[in-house]
């Protein structure tokens, strides 16, 4: 019998656990299927089957993904995995082209991932959208570029409570920067200390919240891992999110970060190039940051992606630009289209009109939140310029103030 690709039966939803541990090479905690199970759309979950055995799984989350000037719907699509016993079969192919099509019949413009491997995605037409900045920090040798006085307090809230206080502060960081997902109560247990788990413990998961006379202005969870070596204590802080609404909220939850007693290293992941941080401290190299790919995005709708967002860097850009798309995965796309932008909105029409650029799927998904520019793009080849000028009115259009940052995984 060949191998097939169907829709998961709802009675079979934990087998794709056991597949993708395999796949993985490593134990998926009970926490994490039982958060998976509750935020998963049945109906979006894909299996490849050969003879009733599960030897891939695929599936999509149902997301909002924050633009520059709004928000869109989004596909995250999650938990693609094929065991090394049917490789290089198609399975993967099959499993993407079923997975894209329901984001098309569902009206959602984007189709968004983490990839264990980016090469493996860009020939589905995914671009990287966002850098992830990783830092390996010495806390011992950190200091601010300024003797800022200190300002508020710091709370450590008990697990299970604080979604209240910190939900505004995610929710004003998501509103100034593309790249964010949407979260709701289905979303944020997964990332805030669970109280049935993180009770007690150097390694169980904290809340810490900085408080102004106005209330929360930042928050960050993480948790320690103790260590001692001749010298002394050597442990280190893994910071699993900190965001702030305010300059002094950025200030005074990363002073208590690098303060953490009986820590020398902070370690945190996916920040984005200009995050408040790398401002903050006095030499950067002290950092220890690293750069790796961070969310990739999938265009799947043209006209409705991009009439999501708003243009330029104010959200109030103007200008015609033309451009010729290659898009083979949806050819749908494929073709001319005209970007009228007035007042920073866009209408996006068919035309016949002389292209200023030439591109493919992967580098408008690179664009599309506004961290890569074309002329960056074009440096590598990768966007071909046709009419002088269309490059840097490409690079004004889809810039953005700030640079698209994705925090979670999914």
Known sequence: MATEIRLVPADRFAELFKTAEIAFSEDIPDDLIARIEQLADKDRFWAAIDDDRFVGTSGVFTQRLSVPGGEVAAGGVTFVTVLPSHRRRGLMSGMMRAMIDDCHRRHEPIAMLWAAEGAIYQRFGYGMATYCVNLEAETRSIAFTRDWPREGHVRLLPAGEGRDAIDPVYQAVRSSRAGFLMRDERWWPGVLPNPEKDIKGGEARRLAVFEADSGPEGYAVYKTKAEWNVRGPAGTVVVDEAMASTPRGWREIWRYLFEVDLVRTLKTWRLPADHPVFTLVSEIRRLGATFGDG?????????????????????????????????????????????????????????????????????LGAMYLGGFRASALAVSGRVAERRPGGLALADGLFGAALLPWCPQEF
């Not at 006209?303 to 749908?332: H, I, K, M, N, Q």
């Open 295 to 363: 969310l990739w995005v999938r265009i799947v709708d043209v006209p409705a992606a991009l009439e999501a967002r708003t243009y330029g860097s104010d959200g109030r850009g103007r200008g015609t630009l033309v451009f010729e798309l290659a898009d083979t995965y949806c050819p749908w796309n494929a073709g001319r289209w005209r970007l009228d932008v007035v007042d920073g909105r866009a209408r996006v029409e068919r035309t016949d009109a002389p292209a200023d650029l030439a591109l493919d799927a992967n580098d």
